[in-house]
């Protein structure tokens, strides 16, 4: 399988109220197709991380290669459209727009990307919330639906662009156990049936057990 993420040397500072030392010398791959998971205590900076694999928070020092390409040189126009074509994430907060519907959620992060009409991104956007079993809420505003048919649009809202990758920081956190299996189930078969690949950051080890690697992190290394 060839390699999608790379990481080289990857070290993060804070500054506020003092120099800290949050990720040192951090090291990863990603390979096609790959579901990882990144497992650690509060505060190791495995959602330090995934913000900077994400390419959101580009104050670090290292290098970080996305689909053989070096996010380190990019300014940051060029990193939005990057992480809008090739990065889809899922959050532990939704941020569903609450006043829109769940279907024109869906479709805006491929309407900014601007690469197809509006009706054809319509489409693509019911067949997402067909795929994932929450096609009937889709003229409902976000607000009126539950929290794990939320979770489950964010996922449609992610996978929209056909992305390269799925991040994802504790999906499931919110959620109670049958619907984070119902989560995980469809992260798998992204993985198995889509060959995407998947990183997410979880405390949830029963999940993390069923992913196919665990990246193990502490004090800003990796164990």
């Not at 940051?76 to 024109?104: C, D, S």
């Not at 794990?148 to 919110?174: F, Y």
């Amino acid at each position: 399988m060839s390699t999608v993420l790379k990481t080289i040397n990857i070290n993060k500072y804070f500054y506020d109220p003092e120099k800290f030392h949050v990720l040192k010398n951090i090291s990863i791959e990603l390979k096609n197709g790959e579901f990882v998971s990144i497992m650690g205590k509060s505060g190791c900076g495995k959602s330090t991380l995934l913000y900077i694999l994400s390419t959101m928070d580009t104050q670090y020092e290292g290098t970080l290669i996305l689909d053989h390409e070096n996010m380190s040189l990019l300014n940051n126009t060029n990193l939005a459209k990057i992480r809008n074509e090739k990065i889809g994430f899922i959050f532990q907060f939704h941020y569903l727009l609450p006043e829109f519907t769940v279907l024109k959620n869906v479709m805006l992060p491929a309407l900014k990307l601007g690469r197809q009409s509006e009706e054809i991104i319509k489409k693509s956007a019911f067949e997402k919330l067909e795929m994932l079993g929450v096609a009937s809420q889709a003229n409902k505003k976000a607000y009126k639906i539950s929290g794990g048919q939320k979770q489950r649009v964010s996922i449609a809202r992610a996978l929209i662009n056909n992305p390269k990758i799925i991040m994802a920081d504790e999906p499931t956190g919110n959620l109670d156990s049958k619907n984070a299996d119902n989560v995980f189930n469809i992260l798998r078969a992204l993985s198995l049936e889509q060959k995407m690949s998947l990183l997410v950051v979880t405390h949830d080890l029963d999940f993390a057990k069923k992913t196919d690697r665990i990246i193990k992190m502490g004090d800003g290394i990796i164990l």
